[in-house]
């Protein structure tokens, strides 16, 4: 019978190399967070397997779906439901299986799921880092948060990378109230600070150690003694300046111009970049010493990497712009579809923005097929299920990936679709392919 059996040397499910409890699952983006482990092979499930998480969806049918995990992946076929089954906005031909490849978007009714290949324990959604929301897709935040804190006398300094409008300065202060909690903050963005003045900023000065001096200057560095510096876009500043910054890494200490001798200070610095962290890349503008002395490096997800928060963050982005609640039931699934699977290049600050030009302030907020449809612009035709872009999200292999980055100039959202796949599911495909080369 199925379901009946344990899993096969054929219907194995695949396993995460991050630990023996991650298993295949499938993550509740909307109506609420939630996530329900892949059934059991072959067992025909619908209304009921979501109302044990608490969702209560009546255009969902009793049997709607059908897992099968034969062969080492994971496949779904529709089983004559009443409203079909749509994986990445595509609606499934009844009993054809389709492949799911991790980051798939399905829509049963009005619940939407996204699956991940592997997702360990707890299952239940996780609380926000501070102002940055995120039930599922920041889990890797969060656990290397817990090591730094666990770490937290000896750590003078923190690298946050992730692309622009990811959130890294949201994460930087809760990083601080975490190890600084009550003490000073200052945020900096480094590259508006010109070259030639940079290093009296920061460190300060003597009265007449230079024209114009006219006072002494402490400098944003002593200002937030024994508080938290944060620097954003670290990775704009030209090398010299970078090298003006190891000794207050290194030994702890700043030396203002015309000072006589250097002065100890207490500063957790914070940095963050949206380029890459590894020495020597050449997208990566920082010097190999500083880059080495932040022994604890943090990166955040993009958006287009965690579409299962995107209703979670788009609900508490409404509220901190002062909107009446995104209340599920004016939200229509097919629209909230269309932004889970929307590029996101400009992540959480480009959502903010779109979100600001769909709602109002007059009325509950609502999310409508044709008001995202006329923020975003026309939705994209239906593609066939047999296409390229489930099979390119299959093998997605490094040769590939690399071969469309150079073909399209290293802009991933134009590889993106060249390969037929998401641009979550090619920068997680770029990130294993990091993963693996040798250190």
């Known amino acids: 019978m199925p379901g009946s059996h344990g899993p096969t040397e054929t219907d194995e499910l695949p396993r995460s190399p991050r630990g023996p409890a991650a298993a295949p699952a499938l993550i509740v983006a909307f109506p609420r967070p939630g996530a329900l482990p892949v059934p059991p092979h072959g067992e025909a499930v619908g209304r009921d397997w979501l109302a044990g998480i608490g969702i209560a969806d009546s255009k969902v049918s009793a049997a709607h779906v059908v897992f099968s995990t034969r062969g080492g992946t994971v496949t779904v076929a529709d089983r004559r439901s009443r409203n079909g089954t749509f994986v990445d906005g595509d609606r499934l031909e009844e009993g054809r299986p389709c492949t799911l490849s991790d980051g798939a978007l399905l829509r049963i009714g009005h619940t939407l799921l996204v699956y991940r290949d592997a997702l360990a324990p707890p299952l ?14 920041l889990r890797s935040v969060a656990a290397e948060l817990s090591r730094i804190e666990r770490a937290a006398r000896s750590v003078t300094g923190v690298l946050i990378t992730g692309e622009t409008g990811a959130g890294k300065e949201l994460l930087a202060r809760a990083l601080a ?25 920061l460190f300060g000065h003597e009265q007449g150690a230079f024209t114009g001096a006219v006072r002494a200057a402490r400098g944003i560095v002593r200002g937030v003694d024994g508080g938290t510096l944060f620097l954003d876009e670290i990775g704009e500043l030209p090398a010299a300046a970078q090298a003006r910054l190891l000794r207050l890494l290194e030994a702890r200490e700043v030396q203002p111009i015309g000072g006589a001798r250097p002065e100890p200070v207490d500063v957790l610095l914070i940095a963050a970049t949206h380029r890459g962290a590894e020495p020597g890349a050449e997208s990566n503008p920082l010097r190999r010493d500083l880059l080495e002395r932040f022994a604890f490096r943090v990166r955040i997800p993009s958006l287009a990497e965690r579409p299962e928060d995107l209703f979670a963050v788009a609900r508490a982005l409404l509220e901190r712009e002062g909107y009446p609640p995104l209340d599920p039931a004016r939200v229509e699934p097919v629209a909230l579809e269309r932004l889970l699977l929307a590029d996101w290049e400009g992540n959480v600050r480009e959502l903010r923005n779109v979100l600001l030009r769909i709602v109002g302030r007059d009325s509950p907020s609502a999310l409508t097929g044709a008001s995202v449809d006329e923020a975003l612009g026309a939705a994209p035709p239906p593609t066939d299920r047999s296409s390229s872009r489930r099979r390119g999200g299959l093998s997605l292999t490094p040769t590939r990936v690399r071969e469309a980055l150079e073909r399209c100039e290293g802009n991933r ?11 979550g599911a090619l920068i997680r495909a770029i990130d294993r392919a990091g993963e693996r080369e040798p250190r």
């Open 177 to 201: 109230e975490r190890l600084r909690p009550k003490r000073p903050y200052v945020a900096v963005n480094a590259a508006a600070i010109p070259e030639a003045t940079f290093e009296a900023q």
């Open 413 to 423: 959202s134009r590889a993106a679709r060249e390969l037929g796949v998401s641009r």
């Open 124 to 137: 239940e959604p996780a609380p926000p880092i501070g102002a940055l929301v995120g039930p599922y897709g």
